[in-house]
């Protein structure tokens, strides 16, 4: 029973152009969803990360958006650079576990020339 | 700072073999992660520990596989004995607070 899905195996966009790498979850008691990127043969690493409170979260060229009536998340990266091309997971952590996380099963990116 | 460092990087074994797969944790963290990385179901956490205790095994898929964690500085994931299904890429992630920082995994393949 997968709780936090990534119903996109692989997106393809051209550099400079907008990445959107969707995420959607089943269970209300998440309260806090990350992004990690993982590159071939290296462990995943933290991208952004949003608290249920919040609707969005910005960092340079990633945004995330959260829309919880919708149990859906988005993370946004404009522009898109060849660098981007990499696994990225969506993560949620339910509320009062500290710091243990479900996570998607990964969108592939390839940022073409 | 070093980062989660495990071992071996890579293990080629033999179907009904002992696995054991390591994990150095980065310093002053107190919680540490084993996930098993597949394509049907992404990462999936096996094990979890708090403070060197375990919290949640409820990924654990069978009893061929254990998780030990001695000490703050080291745990195990032992696997046996191994099967061909139990090939994956396993990683391990430590914590202190949401983000977690994970390894650069073990790939296991089990003939």
């Known amino acids: 029973d997968q709780q936090v899905k990534q119903n996109s195996p692989s997106l393809s966009v051209q550099e400079g152009r907008i990445s959107i790498l969707n995420c959607d979850y089943t269970?209300?008691?998440?309260?806090?969803f990350l992004w990690y990127k993982k590159y071939p043969a290296e462990g995943p690493t933290f991208l952004i990360s949003?608290?249920?409170?919040?609707d969005k979260n910005e960092d340079g060229r990633f945004t995330v958006f959260l829309n919880k009536s919708a149990k859906h998340l988005s993370l946004h990266i404009v522009p898109s650079q060849p660098g981007d091309s990499a696994v990225y997971f969506c993560?949620?952590?339910?509320?009062?576990?500290?710091?243990?996380?479900?996570f998607g099963t990964g969108t592939r990116l390839q940022v073409t020339l | 700072d070093a980062g989660v460092i495990q071992s071996p990087r890579h293990e080629v074994t033999e179907m009904g073999q002992e696995v054991t797969l390591r994990c150095k944790p980065i310093?002053?963290?107190?919680?540490l992660f084993w996930y098993r990385q597949t394509m049907m179901r992404g990462l999936e956490l096996l094990i979890y520990?708090?403070?060197?205790?375990?919290?949640?095994d409820s990924g654990m898929p069978e009893d061929r596989f254990s998780a030990k964690m001695p000490n703050a500085s080291f745990s195990t994931l032992k696997i046996q004995p191994s099967e061909p299904r139990d090939s994956a890429v396993y990683f391990c992630?430590?914590?202190?607070?949401?983000?977690?920082?994970f390894g650069p995994g073990t790939r296991l393949t089990v003939l």
């Open positions: 993560a949620a952590r339910y509320t009062g576990t500290a710091s243990k996380l479900t």
């Open positions: 310093s002053g963290h107190n919680s």
């Open positions: 949003i608290s249920s409170i919040k």
């Open positions: 520990f708090n403070n060197n205790v375990p919290i949640d």
């Open positions: 269970n209300s008691m998440f309260d806090y």
């Open positions: 992630a430590s914590s202190f607070g949401v983000e977690q920082f």
